[in-house]
């Protein structure tokens, strides 16, 4: 979906989707949820696995999966919330058809950011950069109303 006037790669997207571990859920990731809210018209989270998170991290998660899936489910500006088993940008958008993947600017120059960059563009989706920090303030519009 197309904005009129609005240049193809600052367009807002139908159907975004983040991932992340969520683990003791701060206003960080709360401001990254909103940024992703107030780019997309429908917002899906990715939840990952306590296994993805081991994997990625090598240690637990703090918080067991299931109530890290509920904390990220209770908030106002999150459509779906899913399982995230795997990292694959395809795999994802097999199940879920997103429109743009919200990823960290850290990717950005890496290969494993680059193999994503291309996985992505090759189903006809976008992947949209947030940054390392993300001030909730600017935020206050999507995320005044996040958990009612």
């Known amino acids: 979906m197309t904005r009129p006037g609005v240049?193809?790669?600052?367009?807002?997207?139908?159907?975004?989707?983040?991932t992340g571990t969520f683990d003791l859920f701060d206003a960080g990731h709360l401001a990254l949820l909103?940024?992703?809210?107030?780019?997309?018209?429908?917002?899906?989270?990715?939840?990952?696995?306590?296994?993805?998170?081991?994997?990625a991290t090598s240690r637990p998660p703090v918080i067991p999966f299931i109530e890290r899936m509920l904390i990220v489910?209770?908030?106002?500006?999150?459509?779906?919330?899913?399982?995230?088993?795997?990292?694959?940008?395809r795999e994802a958008w097999n199940s879920i058809s997103f429109d743009v993947l919200f990823v960290g600017e850290d990717l950005r120059e890496t290969g494993e950011g680059q193999k994503l960059h291309d996985e992505v563009a090759a189903i006809g989706a976008r992947i949209q950069y947030t940054t390392a920090y993300i001030d909730i303030t600017d935020q206050q519009p999507q995320c005044s109303h996040a958990g009612d």
Do not use: F, H, W
């Open 7 to 18: 240049a193809p790669d600052e367009r807002r997207a139908a159907v975004g989707y983040i």
């Open 34 to 55: 909103c940024y992703a809210k107030a780019n997309c018209d429908y917002l899906i989270v990715g939840v990952a696995t306590d296994e993805m998170a081991i994997r």
């Open 73 to 89: 489910q209770s908030l106002r500006i999150v459509d779906a919330v899913v399982p995230q088993a795997s990292s694959g940008g």
